[in-house]
């Protein structure tokens, strides 16, 4: 059964900083490229990162380029998600995403087979 658990979403200040994780179990996490999208309160989800099956080749939306970065650890089944610089316009809901079939990053959320459940990022000013 595949599993994506994510985790440290919460509120936070403007200009602080987060850290999200998604463990990941049910399928071959080492092969497989991760992506993280949100989606805010009445819009549609929305690419933020991936990252490729060796953490070789990242990408970035381009809102979040520069305070936000896209790790994993294999041997750890987990990545994660570094949001510093949080602005309001970050608050959503952040998603993690397994894309099983390529091992480069994509940023469209229909090349992703499978999903966690997310986590609630609130950002105040």
């Known amino acids: 059964q595949v599993r994506l658990v994510e985790s440290g979403g919460g509120l936070a200040q403007a200009g602080g900083s987060l850290r999200l994780s998604c463990l990941a179990s049910g399928f071959t996490f080492s092969s497989s490229s991760m992506g993280w999208f949100r989606q805010a309160s009445g819009k549609e989800r929305e690419f933020v990162a991936a990252i490729s099956w060796r953490g070789t080749v990242t990408s970035y939306a381009g809102s979040v380029k520069g305070r936000f970065t896209i790790s994993r650890v294999n041997a750890e089944n987990t990545v994660y998600l570094h949001m510093n610089t949080l602005k309001p316009e970050d608050t959503a809901v952040y998603y993690c995403?397994?894309?099983?079939?390529?091992?480069?990053?994509?940023?469209?959320?229909?090349?992703?087979?499978?999903w966690g459940q997310g986590t609630q990022v609130t950002v105040s000013s």
């Open positions: 995403a397994a894309d099983t079939l390529r091992i480069l990053p994509e940023t469209s959320t229909d090349l992703y087979n499978y």
